[in-house]
């Protein structure tokens, strides 16, 4: 099956850029999703990519898809205080993914003042 | 609106006991699912459905039961809590595959078997 992995801590300034990393192992993901948590609540979708597209960006945030390595990327740029939470990347076969999904362990995002 | 609405929000249980999580959505979404969340072990899909009537197991299905009577309720059934059913269960729903869907979750239920 599918196997998602992803660093455990990464600290930024605040101000700075943040880009969290995810690396997958199962080709046939056809969307790969990047969701926020924060203290005590549930999943929050932050964007998706699909597996035809390189770079995705919304906002403060980009994404950017390499399909040859498997690795898949989320850059925050001029992070602030109220983006620390864990942040998880996700794969799917189908879109929206509530027939399954497949999440890395997360990424707790640290923010220094 | 609602979205996904998960009952109850804590639980402690006792080895042996049984219980049943609610989760029920008013999105009319095809796709439900459960996940368990454990400290540095991301979530962990245990049951999903993508219809009324059909379900399927996930990663982590032993110890639980589902079923899918309507379109709107997953409940999550525990036969025997055992101590290592100890987590955060997070149930989640969406339509069913395209274009611009999402997954929806609810704020979770924590339940503590001791």
């Known amino acids: 099956g599918e196997d998602v992995e992803q660093s455990l801590f990464l600290s930024v300034r605040e101000g700075d850029s943040s880009v969290i990393n995810c690396t997958y192992t199962d080709s046939s993901s056809t969307y790969l999703y990047w969701y926020k948590q924060e203290p005590g609540a549930g999943l929050q979708l932050l964007t998706y990519?699909?597996?035809?597209?390189d770079m995705k960006q919304d906002q403060r945030l980009t994404v950017l898809l390499n399909k040859k390595d498997k690795h898949l990327s989320l850059r925050i740029a001029d992070t602030q205080t109220g983006d620390s939470a864990i942040y998880f990347c996700a794969g799917g076969a189908s879109g929206g993914g509530a027939d399954g999904l497949t999440f890395g362990k997360g990424t707790h995002l640290i923010i220094q003042p | 609106n609602a979205g996904v609405t998960q009952t109850p929000k804590f639980q402690v249980l006792k080895t042996g006991q049984s219980m049943t999580l609610q989760c029920a959505q008013d999105m009319n979404h095809e796709y439900m699912s459960w996940y368990r969340q454990d400290p540095g072990m991301g979530l962990r899909l245990i049951h999903y459905s993508v219809g009324a009537g059909i379900t399927d197991q996930g990663e982590v299905p032993n110890g639980y039961n589902v079923s899918r009577s309507t379109t709107e309720d997953f409940p999550l059934r525990l036969l025997s809590a055992a101590p290592s059913q100890t987590s955060v269960y997070f149930c989640a729903s969406s339509p069913r595959g395209g274009a611009n869907t999402e997954a929806f979750f609810g704020q979770g239920t924590r339940l503590t078997v001791v």
């Open positions: 990519i699909f597996s035809n597209m």
